[in-house]
């Protein structure tokens, strides 16, 4: 009786194990599915929005926009005047802005060796203090201008290093740069010396951090040219992406539309794990017509 009993009390803890992975399964496998295919979603967009600004370039070399994927990948994989259009309006205005900066964080050293000197009592060295500081942050100011004037060009540009460079356009558009400046003026004619310093130093670490991140940036502008092979196929259905060319005497523009057809949503909804037990529903990602994208302006496909 009690091996009868033991085999049940096996069987049911076997069962119990099984229900719950099933159980467990019911729950990740569809959420890993549309989570997947979120991924995709975007990265398609993205993918649209570099095939979209490729046109954009190739229209201004060629005086005419491409229907073909890979006509428009080749030119901007190899067209040397391309080539050089990129290094004149990124790489010797990246290296302009990292000189500047670095001769700002210069200045800020011995800016920060000006505030040692400094007594609450003197007021000459605090009025010249504070002219020195109202130059190092006019001229901050106008460096963030055209680190700005340079985002706009970059982000026109198929996979340029745009989040690279937003990371030190970042630091210079907090409140808290120009803040410290403020500081080191206030805790200087307290006498609060050190805290001044402190400050000095935490000015001296954010040029760094701009510096690094502008020399980044431009090690990385060579992905404009490598990463575009990546741009042929929508991630979810591995198909090219669809190039329409309007050009009549009165319009030119570009489209592109993402590949995901009625016969990709129906292959779906057929497929047993898919559409039934991972609940997947697939959409077409949108497109950009006339320059809209189809995803921010609302648009149907």
């Given at each position: 009786m009690s091996d009868y009993y033991g085999k049940g009390s096996i069987i049911y803890k076997i069962l119990i194990v099984i229900l719950t992975a099933a159980l467990i399964a019911s729950i990740y496998y569809p959420k890993s599915l549309w989570d997947k295919e979120e991924r995709n979603k975007q990265e398609c967009r993205y993918r649209m929005s570099n095939i979209y600004n490729a046109e954009l370039q190739y229209q201004r070399f060629k005086w005419a926009y491409t229907d073909s994927l890979n006509q428009l990948i080749q030119f901007i994989k190899t067209d040397s005047a391309y080539h050089a259009y990129v290094d004149s309006i990124f790489s010797h205005p990246i290296d302009d802005l990292v000189a500047q900066f670095d001769s700002l964080k210069g200045e800020q050293v011995q800016l920060a060796q000006f505030v040692q000197t400094i007594t609450p009592e003197d007021s000459v060295a605090l009025d010249s203090l504070d002219k020195?500081?109202?130059?190092?942050?006019?001229?901050?100011?106008?460096?963030?201008?055209?680190?700005?004037?340079?985002?706009?060009?970059?982000?026109?540009?198929?996979?340029?290093?745009?989040?690279?460079?937003?990371?030190?356009?970042?630091?210079?558009?907090?409140?808290?740069?120009?803040?410290?400046?403020?500081?080191?003026?206030?805790?200087?004619?307290?006498?609060?010396?050190?805290?001044?310093?402190?400050?000095?130093?935490?000015?001296?670490?954010?040029?760094?951090?701009?510096?690094?991140?502008?020399?980044?940036?431009?090690?990385?502008?060579?992905?404009?040219?490598?990463?575009?092979?990546?741009?042929?196929?929508c991630p979810t259905v591995r198909k090219p992406y669809k190039l329409t060319v309007i050009d009549t005497s009165v319009i030119k523009y570009a489209d592109v539309e993402c590949p995901i057809d009625s016969t990709d949503i129906e292959r779906v909804k057929h497929n047993f794990l898919l559409s039934t037990v991972g609940a997947l529903k697939l959409e077409n990602h949108g497109k950009i017509q006339g320059g809209e994208k189809s995803w921010e302006t609302g648009a149907k496909r």
């Amino acid at each position: 009786m009690s091996d009868y009993y033991g085999k049940g009390s096996i069987i049911y803890k076997i069962l119990i194990v099984i229900l719950t992975a099933a159980l467990i399964a019911s729950i990740y496998y569809p959420k890993s599915l549309w989570d997947k295919e979120e991924r995709n979603k975007q990265e398609c967009r993205y993918r649209m929005s570099n095939i979209y600004n490729a046109e954009l370039q190739y229209q201004r070399f060629k005086w005419a926009y491409t229907d073909s994927l890979n006509q428009l990948i080749q030119f901007i994989k190899t067209d040397s005047a391309y080539h050089a259009y990129v290094d004149s309006i990124f790489s010797h205005p990246i290296d302009d802005l990292v000189a500047q900066f670095d001769s700002l964080k210069g200045e800020q050293v011995q800016l920060a060796q000006f505030v040692q000197t400094i007594t609450p009592e003197d007021s000459v060295a605090l009025d010249s203090l504070d002219k020195k500081i109202e130059d190092i942050t006019t001229h901050n100011r106008i460096l963030r201008d055209k680190m700005e004037s340079v985002r706009e060009f970059l982000k026109n540009h198929p996979c340029a290093p745009v989040s690279t460079f937003d990371k030190a356009l970042a630091i210079i558009e907090r409140k808290d740069f120009f803040l410290q400046y403020r500081i080191v003026q206030n805790d200087t004619r307290q006498g609060n010396i050190k805290k001044a310093l402190e400050a000095s130093k935490g000015i001296e670490a954010n040029y760094d951090k701009i510096i690094s991140n502008l020399r980044e940036t431009k090690m990385e502008l060579p992905t404009i040219y490598t990463l575009v092979d990546s741009l042929y196929v929508c991630p979810t259905v591995r198909k090219p992406y669809k190039l329409t060319v309007i050009d009549t005497s009165v319009i030119k523009y570009a489209d592109v539309e993402c590949p995901i057809d009625s016969t990709d949503i129906e292959r779906v909804k057929h497929n047993f794990l898919l559409s039934t037990v991972g609940a997947l529903k697939l959409e077409n990602h949108g497109k950009i017509q006339g320059g809209e994208k189809s995803w921010e302006t609302g648009a149907k496909r």
